[in-house]
């Protein structure tokens, strides 16, 4: 089993719907995590960040986690072409001593249609 | 401002050739990553850098070399690299803390390389 499970997709949504990724994971070390949004041929740009169980809310997104279950959300409301990306889940857990290592979901490729 | 800068753009090297990526920001960050992501796949961590020193290296072919010379600066050295060696590699920096709500990685833009 992998540590971090996420649906690759493809996901296609019409404009202005509301869009739920998940992840998955089985790693109890796991203390943070994090959204990142990438589009094609740059850098991931971070989106949500949190560190307990509960709701993070930033504008139209929604991060979500839940530890008892080893779960977590982002939801996006009111989708829009610009958010045609892909998506990928983070999670971090202490690495040699004083390093925080992240490890990704697959990422899932999201497409907002006008 | 949560930039992290990187060039070249992009590059495209022989197998023979000695070239090196940089990467620089000034967030006064003092953990610096290099990553390397194929297409369609999430990036992999290939180094970790401390405060200037490395702390984490993931088994990477000693073909790449990295370095950190002051604190906002990162750089990559390449040499006989191979085809397969050719994907986006991305820099990243984040506070050197356990606090835990300095945990967040910036990224920067890439490097594309091609190996012919």
């Known amino acids: 089993q992998k540590e971090v499970e996420q649906d690759p997709g493809p996901l296609s949504v019409p404009e202005g719907a509301i869009v739920s990724l998940n992840c998955t994971y089985s790693?109890?070390?796991?203390?943070?995590f994090m959204w990142y949004r990438q589009y094609s041929r740059k850098g991931p740009e971070l989106l949500m960040y949190t560190y307990s169980s509960g709701n993070k809310e930033d504008g139209r997104f929604t991060a979500q986690v839940d530890k008892s279950s080893k779960y977590i959300s982002l939801f996006i409301r009111d989708s829009q072409p610009s958010d045609s990306a892909t998506y990928l889940c983070a999670m971090s857990a202490l690495s040699g001593g004083s390093n925080y290592k992240l490890t990704f979901g697959k990422g899932t490729l999201l497409t907002v249609n006008p | 401002d949560t930039e992290v800068t990187q060039t070249p753009k992009h590059l495209v090297m022989g197998m023979t050739n000695k070239k090196s990526l940089k990467c620089e920001q000034h967030?006064?960050?003092?953990?610096m990553y290099w990553y390397k992501q194929k297409a369609k796949k999430p990036p992999e961590l290939m180094f970790v850098?401390?405060?200037?020193?490395?702390?984490i290296n993931e088994s990477v072919p000693s073909r790449f070399s990295p370095e950190c010379p002051n604190s906002s600066l990162l750089n990559l050295h390449l040499h006989a690299l191979q085809p397969e060696d050719s994907a986006l590699y991305l820099c990243?920096?984040?506070?050197?803390?356990?606090?835990?709500?300095?945990?967040?990685?910036?990224f920067g833009p890439g490097t594309r390389l091609t190996v012919l």
């Open positions: 790693n109890s070390a796991f203390q943070y």
């Open positions: 967030m006064g960050h003092r953990a």
């Open positions: 850098y401390s405060y200037e020193k490395l702390s």
């Open positions: 990243a920096s984040s506070q050197a803390s356990r606090d835990r709500t300095l945990q967040k990685q910036f």
